[in-house]
DNA sequence: CGGATGACAGATATTGAAATCTGTCACCTG
DNA sequence: CAGGTGACAGATTTCAATATCTGTCATCCG
């Protein structure tokens, strides 16, 4: 009957859904595009989604975690000192969401305002996820005697917070001045002084 | 004729512009509405300022120099060791903003709108002026032998970004939530560290 | 004559009626 | 009978007519 006639599944629509975000925006992007995209009603749609929030909020999620699984290859990457663990970590994000922002204008800032549209959890927890990714390489480095810090959780988030401008959306387009990768380079290189015991 | 017939100076539009600013917001703003305000007509405030634009960028100018002003007092203050101007200097800068942001937030939106929709260069002037303040406080500090860097203007530029999450309006909203005060320090602490020889 | 005025043209914003969308649900259909 | 449908009510968005605003300038006034 419809050109992709699958059994309809959470995924099938979840991609279709980022298609028509793409297309249209998140402003214009409406639940009946999503049905008309996979030729089914909208109400087949409201079966696996409760709410058009919802629905984002799962797209955002899904979105969030693929760079969150990205990173989490270089905190079990082996054979790294602490010290380079933590620069390719945060090179690794800047360079992520640069990469978005970069390949697929339309679509990151579709991101962006849904990250700030969607539930306040999704957002906290992919924080939650790369701030704890941090702690981790931080706990290692201070058990190495590498670093020092009362606290991996508090300086992971400090670590975290003073980046902000390299992976924040808000920040994007500044991304693309000239000098941004110096300035991240000054910025890192203060950081991991100040982690050296 | 008007209820404050003084002569019509800039300094009395911008303080009229301040003020409807604040009553009506920056999207329902109007020149005819600061004339109003002032008892004259609006072709009178064309006279002292060329465009709108002009208008808003002088009166956000105004504002920002304010700060600038509370902060270069840390600057030229006597007796303070590098490392605590430092403290000192970030700590001013985040509680100014907090402050402006808490004790009038309906002025404080409306300039977070205007510093967005400004000419770039009032905001960048803004910028080069507190990143010159700390590239003074980081060069003495260099001098006195108590931090190390090759270049303090680049290191002043890396402390200011590294805590733009304390200073940047577009994050005011989490200046209010438990457990910010506690970020700030970390990233002080960590930074300042990351200063010292 | 220096400074203020208000009528005016084009640009922008407001408004309310019509169109579309969200979310539900009784009813199909393989 | 599990999964899908489309009509429906209330909420939201769109669109075009109307009103307001911006910026200019010939004219006025002290």
């Known amino acids: 009957m419809s050109p992709t006639s699958?059994?309809?599944?959470?995924?099938?629509?979840?991609?279709?859904?980022e298609e028509v975000l793409?297309?249209?925006?998140?402003?214009?992007?409406?639940?009946?595009?999503?049905?008309?995209?996979?030729?089914?009603?909208?109400?087949?749609?409201?079966r696996h989604f409760r709410t058009k929030a919802a629905l984002r909020e799962a797209v955002t999620k899904r979105?969030?975690?693929r760079t969150t699984q990205v990173l989490a290859a270089i905190v079990a990457a082996p054979g790294l000192d602490p010290e380079t663990r933590v620069r390719e970590w945060l090179a690794a994000l800047f360079a992520a969401k640069r990469r978005k922002a970069f390949d697929d204008?339309?679509?990151?800032?579709?991101?962006?305002?849904?990250?700030?549209?969607?539930?306040?959890t999704v957002v906290s927890e992919h924080i939650a996820d790369l701030t704890g990714q941090l702690t981790e390489i931080v706990r290692v480095g201070?058990?190495?005697?590498?670093?020092?810090?009362d606290d991996p959780a508090t300086t992971a988030v400090a670590l975290f917070r003073a980046t902000d401008r390299f992976h924040d959306p808000?920040?994007?387009?500044?991304?693309?001045?000239?000098?941004?990768?110096?300035?991240?380079?000054?910025?890192?290189?203060?950081?991991?002084?100040g982690l050296r015991r």
Do not use: C, M, N
């Open 6 to 17: 699958q059994t309809l599944t959470a995924e099938r629509i979840l991609e279709a859904t």
């Open 22 to 46: 793409r297309r249209h925006g998140p402003a214009k992007a409406t639940v009946v595009d999503v049905a008309r995209a996979l030729g089914v009603s909208h109400g087949s749609v409201y």
């Open 63 to 65: 979105w969030l975690d």
């Open 105 to 120: 204008p339309e679509l990151f800032a579709t991101y962006s305002v849904l990250t700030t549209e969607t539930a306040e």
């Open 142 to 149: 201070v058990d190495t005697g590498a670093f020092t810090t």
């Open 170 to 193: 808000h920040y994007a387009r500044e991304w693309e001045l000239p000098g941004v990768e110096g300035e991240f380079e000054a910025v890192v290189e203060l950081l991991i002084r």
